[in-house]
């Protein structure tokens, strides 16, 4: 038998056990026994999903990922970032950059990079609601750039996000040096 084959026999003796089988005679575990415990379930589907990986990388453990470089980007490259009339969350701003790099090998930006630095230069304020949690809403500022906040319906129900017109947008890639300065300096202070 082959190591892959190993594995794979394995695997499968661990999906068996996941889903509530005895992988020696394929019958049910009765259901007050320890397996059909949601906790145990769940790890031997993670298990499960390890060993898959492994299959599937020619049953060779997956490298350590090498450190990625500090977000950066060309001058061509932010040329063809895609501005829009209908505004956009900062998650959407951060994911148009992110698809114009090599997100594999270099770190890209993040909601909090931008929130951070527009709290730092007032554009946003941070406000605590009657749960304790801090919200960021528009400054008056930054109102004035064309950040504003709209309702939208999620999953669970209603929220409200902050949104960036095009002149806002315009106003956040002018300034990307300033956001990737602000990360650098928060992840030294961190060291």
Do not use: H
């Amino acid at each position: 038998m082959t190591e892959i084959e190993k594995i794979e026999y394995t695997k499968s003796f661990i999906d068996k056990l996941a889903n509530g089988i005895n992988p020696l005679d394929n019958m049910p575990v009765p259901g007050d026994d320890l397996l059909n415990n949601v906790r145990i379930s769940r790890c031997m589907f993670y298990v499960s999903d390890i060993l898959r990986q492994v299959i599937e990388n020619g049953g060779v453990k997956q490298q350590k990922k090498t450190k990625k470089a500090p977000f950066e980007i060309t001058p061509e490259q932010l040329e063809k970032f895609e501005y829009s009339d209908t505004p956009l969350s900062l998650s959407e701003i951060a994911a148009r950059l992110k698809a114009l790099i090599d997100p594999e090998n270099m770190q890209s930006l993040s909601y909090n990079d931008f929130a951070n630095w527009l709290i730092d230069v007032g554009m946003l304020k941070e406000v605590e609601n009657s749960e304790g949690k801090k919200k960021k809403f528009p400054a008056e500022v930054g109102e004035s750039l064309g950040i504003s906040t709209e309702t939208r319906q999620g999953m669970y129900g209603e929220y409200t996000v902050v949104v960036y017109s095009r002149e806002a947008q315009q106003f956040v890639i002018d300034n990307l040096s300033s956001v990737i300065a602000l990360k650098q300096n928060r992840k030294d202070s961190q060291k």
